[in-house]
């Protein structure tokens, strides 16, 4: 056993065994010397971090609760998978098709382009296609069509089966 203080060493060093740092904030610095960022590896805390010491930032965090930060953006070339829940604080941009199972929007949503209800849709009391492909139809009361303008145009023929009553109020 030998102890050496204010030891330079210049090239490979080998060793067997395992590397101990031991320091209030015990820290490994990657510098490249002709490229940045330079980054530093280090237990501050009890928290694990690779820290830019180019740019003055935490690039990673792992806290010892097992919570993991990452300050920037994660490009996930494999794919994402989260098995537990997952929280957004902001806006979530997908691009191309996206299969989602069991959705629950609160508020306001809106849509640009056409709405594809392949088995039909409820609005409220409203059965848009539910109970036959071609049929608008409600739960329960009646359904009623209503006009800002004041009337309803039927643009085709009209068939009406039942008691109908027309009134001019």
Not at 38 to 59: E, M, S, V
Not at 98 to 123: E, K, Q
Request: proline fraction near 1%; include cysteine.
């Amino acid at each position: 056993h030998t102890n050496l203080d204010n030891l330079s060493i210049a090239g490979v060093t080998t060793m067997s065994g395992d590397l101990t740092i031991s320091n209030t904030a015990p820290s490994i610095y990657l510098t490249d010397t002709n490229h940045n960022s330079d980054f530093r590896i280090l237990n501050q805390n009890g928290t694990f971090k690779i820290y830019d010491q180019t740019n003055g930032a935490d690039r990673l965090e792992i806290f010892s609760g097992g919570t993991v930060a990452i300050d920037g953006d994660l490009d996930a070339n494999a794919g994402l998978d989260v098995t537990g829940n997952a929280t957004f604080a902001n806006d979530i941009d997908v691009d191309g098709h996206t299969n989602l199972d069991n959705v629950s929007i609160a508020g306001v949503t809106t849509f640009t382009g056409l709405i594809d209800c392949n088995g039909g849709a409820r609005i409220d009391n409203i059965k848009l296609g539910v109970d036959t492909n071609e049929e608008i139809s409600t739960q329960v009361g009646n359904l009623v069509l209503d006009s800002a303008g004041g009337t309803v145009n039927v643009t085709d023929h009209l068939l009406v089966t039942g008691v109908s009553t027309f009134s001019n109020a």
